[in-house]
Nanobody
């Protein structure tokens, strides 16, 4: 499975961006998809995830009231709507397919990764 992220760019604080992640093939309904981000000099961290079987969503506490993940395996695309962006949201954002049954927050539960899209929040 190949994943391609898009929608990143430069935005002012308080602005919005919508990221897209498109898969090369349909993802099993038993899996899910997540968004992670990595800022310069920091480890990759969990942002949000969605389960295709239950449609449940999961968020990092710092983005819970600002970001929204959506999508389904049939459409092969998952979105991350990001509102009220802050400078600390600046990072490369990656999407990944979750294939294991552990925590949605752990990178080792994901088997396929995109190359990322850069989000810069700055005035």
């Amino acid at each position: 499975v190949q994943l391609v992220e898009s929608g990143g760019g430069l935005v002012e604080p308080g602005g919005s961006l919508r990221l897209s992640c498109t898969a090369s093939e349909r993802i099993s309904k038993n899996y899910g998809m997540g968004w992670f981000r990595q800022a310069p000099g920091k480890e990759r961290e969990f942002v949000a995830a969605i389960s295709f079987s239950s449609s449940n969503t999961f968020y990092q506490d710092s983005v819970k009231d600002r970001f929204l993940i959506s999508g389904d395996n049939a459409e092969k695309t998952v979105f991350l709507q990001m509102n009220s962006l802050k400078p600390e949201d600046t990072a490369v954002y990656y999407c990944a397919v979750r294939v294991y049954s552990g925590s949605y927050h752990s990178t080792n539960q994901y088997a396929y990764w995109g190359r990322g899209t850069l989000v810069t929040v700055s005035s």
